[in-house]
């Protein structure tokens, strides 16, 4: 069995906790900085700070759970695809993309999981795709130049 030879990562089960951890504080962050305005705007003047309050404490974790689940089934199917396929490349988070897409959909039915699975593919293409156009990009800036040795004349007799 091949095994990578990156061995600074965590194995999967630790990487998939990891990651819903981290994708919970994201959305709970955001969805608070999104809610508290939302709250803001919609309260009466003198209730604004507890209609904020009121709104980040009810959809902030709500918000943030959804972001678990999703980072949670990305990553479950981003180590599936690492162990059955054993290498790590662009593919494998393409393919968990759509696979989340489509498993997070699938109660509405066939049409709307292909919808999502496809868009899901498609997101995680173009992030995977820029991703590699900026490795790229900035190793050509950071390649070494070649020092120039002046053309020195031969002595003439």
Do not use: Y
């Not at 999703?70 to 396929?85: E, Q």
């Not at 699975?117 to 590699?132: D, H, S, T, W, Y």
């Amino acid at each position: 069995m091949p095994r990578s030879s990156d061995h600074s990562r965590d194995p999967c089960p630790w990487v998939i906790l990891n990651d819903i951890g981290g994708a919970f504080v994201m959305g709970a962050v955001g969805g608070g900085i999104w809610h508290s305005v939302k709250g803001i705007k919609n309260s009466p003047k003198g209730e604004r700070l507890t209609g904020a309050l009121t709104s980040v404490k009810a959809r902030a974790p709500v918000l943030g759970g959804n972001f678990a689940v999703w980072g949670g089934l990305f990553s479950t199917f981003d180590c599936a695809f690492k162990g059955i396929r054993q290498k790590e490349d662009p593919w494998n988070s393409i393919l968990s993309g759509t696979l989340t897409g489509g498993v997070l959909a699938a109660r509405g039915g066939f049409k709307a999981a292909a919808t999502s699975a496809v868009v899901g593919g498609v997101l995680l293409a173009m992030i995977e795709g820029l991703g590699i156009a900026m490795t790229r990009m900035f190793a050509e800036q950071n390649r070494p130049i070649m020092p120039q040795v002046p053309d020195i004349p031969a002595p003439s007799k």
